[in-house]
């Protein structure tokens, strides 16, 4: 009865690199975020989609892109990984009018 | 956008004493959540609190949103309670998107 989960918890991949990570929520919320987490703890968004519309936090690179197949999923896609991308990244769910965010697990992406 | 300070950055208990983390922001207070990260990482929603005070168990929370600070409260604190602690509050634009603070780091030792 998880609320929010990822996969894979853990990604280990080389430099150049493409790789995604799934979001799936069973809250039936309407909107969707991924936000990074780095080696400091600090938590930045990067990106909230509902089925409307898509917001990009302007500090994100290009390289990264979320897909939504669904309401229920919102998937992060990496494209040509550097060392830097190394992080955690979490996904959260909440609904527009209320938006009290719920995280998932959290994916630890690590670039050697 | 938005800017939100925590303090303590780092703090460290004898098991079974109180303490209180703080939560300031540059802009009115709009959606204000609390977080606890364990030291496995997870993210655990404790309060949702705009404005007003909020109480579960030995934690509570009282949002001040005129004068743009909320405050967690934490008494007899376990040694369960370390980790990390978060506020954050959605910025004024498009999204809902959440701006975190530093955290607050604490430890409970036995």
């Known amino acids: 009865d998880t609320a929010v989960s990822q996969t894979p918890k853990y990604l280990v991949t080389q430099m150049g690199n493409d790789k995604s990570i799934k979001c799936e929520q069973n809250?039936?919320?309407?909107?969707m975020y991924w936000y990074k987490q780095d080696s400091k703890k600090f938590l930045k968004i990067m990106f909230s989609?509902?089925?409307?519309?898509?917001?990009i936090n302007e500090t994100v690179p290009n390289r990264f892109s979320p897909k939504s197949p669904d309401k229920a999923h919102l998937n992060l896609h990496i494209n040509s990984l550097e060392l830097g991308d190394s992080a955690v990244y979490f996904c959260?769910?909440?609904?527009?009018?209320?938006?009290?965010?719920?995280f998932g697990p959290g994916t630890r992406l690590t670039v050697t | 956008g938005i800017q939100v300070e925590q303090s303590p950055p780092d703090l460290i208990l004898q098991e079974g004493a109180n303490s209180t983390l703080r939560c300031n922001f540059s802009?009115?207070?709009?959606?204000l959540q609390w977080f606890h990260q364990n030291p496995w990482g997870q993210l655990i929603n404790l309060f949702y609190?705009?404005?007003g005070t909020k109480q579960n168990g030995r934690l509570s929370a009282t949002t001040v949103a005129t004068e743009r600070y909320s405050l967690l409260y934490i008494s007899s604190s376990q040694t369960t309670d370390s980790g990390v602690y978060f506020c954050?509050?959605?910025?004024?634009?498009?999204?809902?998107?959440?701006?975190f603070g530093g955290g607050t780091r604490l430890m409970v030792k036995p």
């Open positions: 959260a769910s909440s609904t527009l009018s209320r938006g009290e965010q719920y």
């Open positions: 809250l039936g919320h309407d909107t």
């Open positions: 989609y509902n089925n409307k519309e898509l917001i």
């Open positions: 802009d009115s207070v709009n959606n």
């Open positions: 609190i705009p404005s």
């Open positions: 954050a509050d959605m910025n004024n634009n498009a999204g809902n998107m959440l701006t």
